[in-house]
């Protein structure tokens, strides 16, 4: 089944990732070692078919192989890094309302204590889950099918989510007023600002959480503190634009958020290893010789 699952990724993925017609599904097909890269997790869930990646963010890292799951529970700028290749999988953004609505119609929304979740778990995609989300890739196939059987089929894969081994940290994921809920609300709500000055008193107040008790929640779930949240964020945004455009380390130490170029520059060595304009170049390189490099066929 999980040949099943790379071979339909494998017909439909176009170049490394791509997104596709069905609703909130995107496939990543990989067949060479590649640099770890910095992306921004949204709440969704990695189905492994084939190699093996290892996300990092903050203190939390989790290996991911195939016939694995990770899910993501939160907004989280992490480091990717292929760990076996070539490597495929299908991912599937969560829907937080029809996760809701699925928990109204079993009658489940009580059934859990609204405690922290970490923002990535990890579990073993059992059979049943796995002919779902492999039915659901092959749905790009018919694609007069995708209209009226995907929804059902989406359905079908959150059920069983539920029912397995994720079911308690989607539960309380989809609580309106937890910890978890509070903690992802915050999330967004500095991605949406992080060019911005932010005080930790300012985000605890959003969170409607003490200072202390907001650290040490946001810590658990992403692995750092919500400055330091801010701080990738920052070092993210700034690394693709250095890499896809001609501003200056200057002009883009100033378009997300630093005042002075020099702390900019000082906590970019520290991320990147190297000062913004020789990561640039080397990210531009890397990418023509991307360019120019045979296709997967």
């Known amino acids: 089944m999980l040949d099943r699952l790379a071979a339909a990724i494998d017909r439909h993925c176009v170049g ?12 990543v097909a990989v067949d060479e070692p590649a640099e770890p890269v910095g992306q ?18 903050g203190d939390l890292s989790e290996v991911a192989q195939a016939g694995e799951m990770l899910l993501t529970t939160i907004d989280l700028p992490v480091t990717a890094a ?19 609505d699925l928990l109204v119609e079993l009658d489940e929304t009580g059934q859990v204590t609204p405690a922290a979740v970490t923002g990535q778990v990890r579990a073993p995609i059992t059979p049943e889950l796995l002919d779902a989300v492999t039915r659901r890739v092959e749905l790009l196939d018919t694609p007069e099918d995708i ?41 967004r709500w500095i991605c949406e ?70 702390q900019f520059s000082r906590e970019y060595r520290s991320t990147y290893g190297l000062p913004p304009g020789q990561d640039a170049a080397r990210l531009r ?12 066929s």
């Open 193 to 262: 600002r992080y060019a911005e000055p932010l005080s930790i008193d300012a985000i605890a107040a959003v969170a409607r959480m003490s200072p202390a008790s907001l650290h040490r929640h946001f810590k658990a779930t992403t692995g750092m503190s919500p400055l330091k949240y801010q701080k990738h964020l920052r070092m993210q945004e700034a690394r693709r634009l250095l890499a896809s455009g001609d501003a200056t380390a200057a002009q883009i130490a100033q378009a997300v958020g630093y005042v002075s170029a020099t």
């Open 147 to 187: 209209r009226p059987l995907s929804p059902g089929i989406e359905s079908e894969i959150l059920y069983r989510l539920l029912r397995g081994s994720f079911g308690d940290v989607l539960r309380r994921w989809s609580l309106a007023d937890s910890t978890t809920s509070r903690v992802r609300q915050v999330a």
């Open 285 to 296: 390189a890397r990418l023509s010789r991307t360019r120019t490099a045979p296709g997967r």
């Open 40 to 57: 921004l997790y949204e709440p969704m869930i990695c189905f492994v078919a084939a190699g093996a990646k290892r996300t990092t963010a």
């Open 16 to 27: 490394p990732a791509s997104d596709t017609v069905i609703p909130r599904l995107s496939l």
């Open 82 to 100: 292929l760990e076996k290749v070539p490597y495929r999988s299908a991912v599937m953004r969560l829907d937080d309302r029809a996760v809701a």
